[in-house]
Each structure stands twice: as C-alpha cells, then as structure tokens.
C-alpha cells in the first residue's frame, strides 16, 4: 500500500492563499491518477481535485478557478496551490488515489482555517 503524508496546511485570512504537499511512498507513484480530499467538520471527506498521469486534471466546482493540483513524479509529490481561500474551505485536507481507484490508507491530514 501506498502511504501519504500531507504538509503545509494553516492558518489564512480570507482571500489569502496556500499550497499544499503530499509525499507518496511507493516506486510506482508516477502510473497513479492522485486527488485532493477535503473534509469539513461535521461533513464527509470530498474529492476536490484529481491528476492523471498524463497531467489533465478536474475539479469539483466548489474550488474550480481556485485551485490548482499538480504533480512532480520525481518527488513522489502532489501539490494542491489554493488560492482566494474563503471561510467555507476551512478543512482537514488529505491525499489519495481517486475514489474510484481503491484509495489506500489515509494519512493525517493537514488543516486548513481560513479566517479572519
């Protein structure tokens, strides 16, 4: 199984922006399609943000235009670049593999506040 440690999460006012990294274990990181979840307390994890291995990429319309993932296959990375944060993606912030490619274990998270 793949492990995931998810870095750089904070504390922003609103408008402000973030970026967000995930480190994979595993030798083969580069044939995974990659997201970014998100989950709001009280609420269930969501996926946000996905990357093919190819690079092409889709976002859920909540943070479309907003955010941006990327990877770099050298560094078994994903990167989430969050930018014009609003309160209501105050979140615990996690990555994986796509919903529908049998996620692995999840890491801790990193929260994100955003508020003023």
């Known amino acids: 199984q793949v492990q995931f440690v998810e870095t750089g999460g904070g504390l922003v006012q609103p408008g402000g922006s973030l970026r967000l990294s995930c480190v994979a274990s595993?030798?083969?990181?580069?044939?995974?399609?990659m997201a970014w979840y998100r989950q709001a307390p009280g609420k269930e994890r969501e996926s946000i943000a996905v990357?093919?291995?190819?690079?092409?990429?889709n976002y859920a319309n909540s943070v479309k235009g907003r955010f941006t993932i990327s990877r770099d296959n050298g560094k078994n990375t994903v990167y989430l670049q969050m930018n014009s944060l609003k309160p209501e993606d105050t979140a615990v912030y996690y990555c994986?593999?796509?919903?529908?490619?049998?996620?692995?274990?999840w890491g801790q998270g990193t929260q994100v506040t955003v508020s003023s």
């Open positions: 994986n593999k796509p919903t529908w490619d049998s996620p692995d274990s």
């Open positions: 595993g030798r083969r990181f580069s044939i995974y399609a």
């Open positions: 990357i093919y291995s190819t690079g092409n990429t």
